[in-house]
């Protein structure tokens, strides 16, 4: 069985940083996709940037150039580095991971960015 633990959210202020952690319990390899969604108070829930088992990324428009995307394969760790955040940005971010058939969703983690 494979858990997400996601971590790092808070309050910051507008055009600060933050780092969001996705940890993966539970075996698995690397074969996965893992994908950063977000669901702002009143709006549908929208993927923010994935993350490819090559390493590919893509982003939502609003967060290119802000936003980064990584993993670690060694810590099974995958992280979205927020630069410049703006209140916006606010939301709910949750981890999704896909592995063939499989899905898994972390629990969630709140950003509030204040202007």
């Known amino acids: 069985q494979v858990q997400l633990v996601e971590s790092g959210g808070g309050v910051v202020q507008a055009g600060g940083s933050l780092r969001l952690s996705c940890a993966i319990v539970?075996?698995?390899?690397?074969?996965?996709?893992m994908t950063w969604y977000r669901r702002a108070p009143g709006k549908q829930r929208e993927m923010v940037a994935v993350?490819?088992?090559?390493?590919?990324?893509d982003y939502e428009d609003s967060v290119k150039g802000r936003f980064t995307i990584s993993r670690d394969n060694a810590k099974n760790t995958v992280y979205l580095q927020m630069n410049t955040v703006i209140p916006a940005d606010t939301a709910v971010y949750y981890c999704?991971?896909?592995?063939?058939?499989?899905?898994?969703w972390g629990q969630g983690t709140q950003v509030a960015v204040s202007s």
């Open positions: 999704n991971l896909r592995r063939s058939w499989d899905v898994y």
């Open positions: 539970g075996s698995i390899d690397s074969a996965y996709t």
């Open positions: 993350i490819s088992t090559d390493g590919s990324t």
